[in-house]
């Protein structure tokens, strides 16, 4: 499984970019996979933003995230997107996505030992 992020951007604070994660290779429904997003500041450590099940049905945030970051999934379209909205200058950062059959636990939340990983879309917010 391949994963391809993109939709960063550069935008203004208060504002919204949604990202799109797309899957190839092999079918997300041929594994069931679980699919989250992660970020890493400049200068800072990778971290969890968001998980999302196979079938949709358990959605995890970071709590810094709640309220402003909504994860979605077509699996028809074999894509996860992350709709950013509210945007804050502390959220620059690049954004990675991340497929994996685990369950959502201590492995998605520390996003060590997954499976896939795509290659990251830059997200600026400027004040």
């Known amino acids: 499984v391949q994963l391809q992020a993109s939709g960063g951007g550069l935008v203004q604070a208060g504002g919204s970019l949604r990202l799109s994660c797309a899957a190839s290779?092999?079918?997300?429904?041929?594994?069931?996979?679980?699919m989250g997003w992660f970020r890493q500041a400049p200068g800072k450590e990778r971290e969890f933003v968001g998980f999302?099940?196979?079938?949709?049905?358990?959605?995890e945030y970071a709590n810094s995230m709640k309220g402003r970051f909504t994860i979605s999934r077509d699996n028809a379209k074999n894509t996860v997107y992350l709709q950013m909205d509210s945007l804050k200058p502390e959220d620059t950062a690049v954004y990675y996505c991340a497929a994996d059959t685990a369950t959502y636990g201590s492995r998605w939340y520390s996003g060590k030992q997954l499976d896939y990983w795509g290659q990251g879309t830059l997200v600026t917010v400027s004040s």
């Open positions: 290779g092999r079918s997300l429904s041929s594994y069931d996979l679980g």
């Open positions: 999302i099940s196979w079938s949709g049905g358990r959605i």
